[in-house]
Structure formats: C-alpha cells, structure tokens
C-alpha cells in the first residue's frame, strides 16, 4: 500500500474566528481550537477574530495562508442570514472538498441529532492551501478538528503538494 503522508510534517494552522457577537476576549471556540492543535504538537502560526463579512473573511483568508499550511475557520457556517464564511472562502477557491461537508455532516448528526442540517461545514482549497469551515460552536469546532481534519491533514497537504 502506497503511504500518502509526508514523513516528519507538522502543518502550520492559523486559527480564524468570524462573527458578529465574539471578540478575542471572549471567543470560546477559536482559543480552545488553537490550544488544543498546540496540545496535539502543532504550531499555530496565527489567530483572530473578525466580523462576519464576506470581502473581511476573504481578506483575513489570503492573509492568514501566507503565514501557514491550513487555515481553520470557526463561526459563520450557520443558516442566518449574518452567516458568511463558506460563501466568502467558496468565492476565492479554486476548488471544494466535498467529501469534508459529508463526513462532517454524518458525525454532526450523530452527535446533536437533526439540527446538524443546518451547519454548512465545507473544506476548500485557497492559494493550493486547505482552508476547513467550522461552526462557530465549540464542540462543533473541536470535532471537525479531532475527527477529519488531523487525520487527514498530512494526506491533504500531500495531495496539494503534486
């Protein structure tokens, strides 16, 4: 079996909150996320909190790519009409992970039930770079990040770099 993983790599995450109620002081699910890529032996080369707008998201995205492998975004992937993260990032991808939304989906339901239906959780690639849309929930967070994300992470990086 062909081993799609690249020896030795420890991606640089940066860590992006978008929303209209957080600010740093009191974001609940960016700051945990980064601790808890920290505990896993990664490097978190960024972090912010920014309001939910699409030309801010897009901005804050390129800007947070050149300082690391993969961006995770949490917050802005809900059903309100203030929720913009997955369309912004779409609008500057070069392409969609469509697999991540499914397994995200199956998970989600399998924890809270029917509700999950209403999180548009996506992963794109932006700049040959993953960039993983999250809920703004912490546990919503943190299971995207646990389950599907670190996982497969190496492999994605892998797939990128051909």
Known sequence: MHEHRIPGLKPRFAV????????????????????????????????????????AIKAK??????????????????????????????????????GFSNIFSMLSFEEIGTSAIMSSASAFVVSNKPVFCLPGSPSGARMGVERIILPEIDHIIHELSK
Do not use: H, N, W
């Not at 109620?21 to 808890?36: A, K, V």
């Not at 790519?65 to 809900?78: M, R």
């Open 61 to 98: 995205a390129r800007e947070l790519l050149e300082k690391s492998d993969a961006l995770v975004i949490s917050g802005g992937t809900g059903i309100s009409a203030s929720d913009f993260t997955v369309q912004a990032i779409r609008g500057i991808s070069s392409r969609e992970i469509d």
């Open 16 to 55: 992006l909150v978008t929303s209209t109620t957080r600010s740093r002081e009191t974001d609940t699910s960016g700051q945990p996320l980064m601790e808890f890529l920290k505990g896993k032996g990664y490097k978190v080369s960024a972090y912010d909190v920014i309001t939910d707008d699409p030309d």
